[in-house]
């Protein structure tokens, strides 16, 4: 890793963020920014990108169980584009079926009361998302940075 990364879960009134450290080792929630407008969330973004000097950006990719491209996987990936040009950073998509259903059971595990968890106010649930997908990415680059050559990534 050449810098920290940052993971985006975007949902429709909040977007669930999370940085990795700079060597690209561990994942870390680290907030829930409140959606108000693409122009505005995007500003939100680039200036959080600056502070923390991310060099790569996530993006989770909302596939629908069975595979298909629903319009929420079109609007992520609209955003992306629009935020790789925000700021000039390459912005990967990653499947992100399950992230959410995993980050309530984290939370659960670590003590959070189940309506807690799952309540979507706090935005713990939303970045907690994020840290898993980044951790995720994380895992898949450390894996081909170990085997060169090897299989693609799923798609996106």
């Given amino acids: 890793m050449s810098g920290p990364v940052l993971a985006l879960d975007l949902g429709l009134r909040r977007i669930g963020v999370a940085v990795s450290d700079p ?37 989770g990719l909302p596939i629908h169980l069975d595979g298909r491209i629903g319009p929420e996987a079109r609007a992520a990936r609209a955003f992306a584009e629009k935020l790789s040009e925000a700021t000039g950073l390459p912005v990967d998509l990653l499947d992100e079926r399950w992230t959410t259903r995993e980050a309530e059971r984290a939370l659960v595990r670590g003590g959070t009361r189940g309506s807690r968890a799952r309540d979507r106010k706090s935005g713990a649930l939303d970045s907690a998302a994020a840290a898993i997908l980044l951790r995720t990415w994380l895992a898949r680059e450390r894996g081909r940075a170990a085997s060169p050559g090897a299989a693609g990534a799923p798609p996106q």
């Fill in 23 to 59: 060597d690209g080792e561990f994942a870390f929630p680290a907030a829930a920014l409140q959606r108000e407008s693409s122009k505005r969330d995007l500003a939100a973004l680039r200036s959080l990108v600056n502070e923390r000097k991310i060099t790569q950006i996530v993006v």
